[in-house]
């Protein structure tokens, strides 16, 4: 699977718009490219996922440039509660098996 | 609540000792993955299974082991623990092999002493 980097923490502040970069240069042509979100002592939760261009639920936006190299979660006005570390993956959806989490980006969300 | 239910919540156990975690899928996933978090390793997979036959084994130890029952409930055998085997355990599902959008439980704490 493609080795994914992203940084470690980022702050910000309420209301602000935060948007996590993961750097995937390996990426393979059947790769996708999947965010999830965990709380503290909580499970993973899927956030989001793409191929290529841009793909926005109610909770982010992810975009994906043409190259594929990186990706950029975006999440629009945050609040307190969106402090968590989030974990870009990229792997081919048939893997299924092998969902490999890296460090992940620790986001700490202040009044 | 995600639908996968985990069980027990907590458990403290002496070295030496054997445990048994539970997982319950959400209803109608056929795949069970288990994955274990502690501060130093991160999130690693331990093994998948689908629809009661073993997929996949990642970093899971020998004296670990798992197994999917005909209900797909899904239950992890940690045997003759080591302080190291503290961590939170979690079991996730996903309909059919899955597309990367897993269905995760809020984790067995093992605290081994």
């Known amino acids: 699977l493609a080795k994914t980097t992203q940084p470690i923490s980022m702050d910000s502040y309420e209301g602000q718009e935060v948007n996590i970069t993961c750097s995937h240069n390996n990426i393979a042509t059947n790769d996708y490219i999947t965010w999830y979100q965990q709380f503290p002592s909580q499970g993973p939760r899927f956030i989001i996922q793409g191929y290529k261009t841009k793909v926005t639920n109610e909770v982010a936006s992810l975009f994906i440039p043409a190259d594929r190299k990186s990706s950029t979660l975006s999440l629009p006005r945050v609040s307190l509660s969106d402090t968590a570390v989030y974990y870009c993956?990229?792997?081919?959806?048939?893997?299924?098996?092998?969902?490999?989490f890296g460090g992940g980006t620790r986001v700490l969300v202040k009044p | 609540d995600s639908g996968v239910t985990q069980t027990p919540k907590h458990l403290i156990t002496a070295t030496g000792q054997r445990v048994t975690l539970r997982c319950s899928p959400r209803s109608g996933d056929l795949s069970v993955y288990w994955y274990q978090q502690s501060l130093d390793q991160g999130l690693q997979f331990l093994i998948q299974y689908y629809n009661g036959e073993e997929r996949a084994k990642g970093n899971i130890l020998e004296r670990f082991s798992a197994q999917q029952f005909p209900d797909l409930h899904s239950e992890l055998n940690l045997s003759s623990l080591e302080l190291g085997d503290s961590a939170l355990y979690f079991c996730?599902?996903?309909?059919?092999?899955?597309?990367?959008?897993?269905?995760f439980g809020s984790g067995t704490r093992l605290t081994v002493v």
């Open positions: 996730a599902s996903s309909v059919e092999l899955g597309q990367g959008d897993y269905t």
């Open positions: 993956l990229v792997g081919p959806r048939s893997a299924g098996n092998k969902l490999t």
